[in-house]
């Protein structure tokens, strides 16, 4: 998948409250786990890279249509906003800590991260459409940032909560033109960014609307993370009633599940990279097998 022009996106700050920390986690060893739960449990299911400027990153073994936040899973609403649900036995990790990187020849490559979140994501409201995109590198909620056009996965607003919610994801190569049209505004706490222009005509194979970028964001000390839509504006889209789910913590790694109102997930409290760095040289996380990076043409 070749990469697209940036998209410019509009930033809108609703809120910002205490979100909860991980509680009853259990980890084997100390209080706090450092990358090596990552590096251990990630290496039967992709490779890890050691890459420029980033460290060691990790590739899936999966298909090339795989897309973060889209494939093999669905969104849930759980007491600290919209979660991912991965059917990935690695989908605790990947989707909940860290960034997300595309580049040609390699595909999505994922950079640990220490900070915990239901989704590292942004969100966007296209007229009849939600749209999310997994933040890049070192992006956080609130940054003057473009995510890349081929990065947003659109979906009709009342299929958002959908189990099968990628069965109505819009192709990206053949049912989305993007049309910059950039206005910058800074309002005290609302800051519009840009206005995107979209083509909302499906049948022209394209989708048209000013993108919104919806933040209603979280914050834990310094770490933010977007909660998503509002649950009633996606009940009203939807025409249902939406049931949250309270994350609960599996005791180690596992595939995350719901069931009776429960998101049983693994979320170990990570120590921070400086932290990490600071152990002493035979303690420092490393995988176990490592490929060193090579500029693909």
Sequence with gaps: MACSAPMQTTVTVREQ?????????????PTEATYQVFYDELAPYGRWINYPDYGYVWIPTVGGSFQPYSTNGHWVYSNSGWAWVSNYQWGWAVFHYGRWLFEDGYGWLWIPGHEWAPAWVTWGNSGGYYGWAPLGPRINIGDNWNPPVHSWTFVPREHMNKPNVESYVIDRNTNVTIVKNITIINNHNTTIVNNNVINNNITN???????????????????????????????????????????????????????????????????????????PSNNKPLPKNVEQYKKRQ
Excluded: C, D, F, W
């Excluded at 409250?17 to 060893?29: C, E, L, S």
């Excluded at 000390?221 to 913590?249: C, L």
């Design 17 to 29: 409250v205490p979100a909860p920390p991980p509680t009853n986690v259990v980890v084997a060893g």
């Design 205 to 279: 194979n394209t989708i048209r609307n000013n993108t919104t970028v919806i933040n209603n964001n979280q914050q834990v000390n310094k770490p933010v993370y977007n909660m998503g839509p509002h649950v009633n504006e996606v009940e009203k889209a939807s025409n249902t009633h939406i049931e949250q789910v309270n994350i609960t913590e599996h005791a180690k790694p596992a595939t995350s599940t719901v069931s009776n109102n429960n998101l049983y997930m693994y979320r170990p409290t990570i120590m921070h990279e400086a932290k990490q760095q600071q152990l």
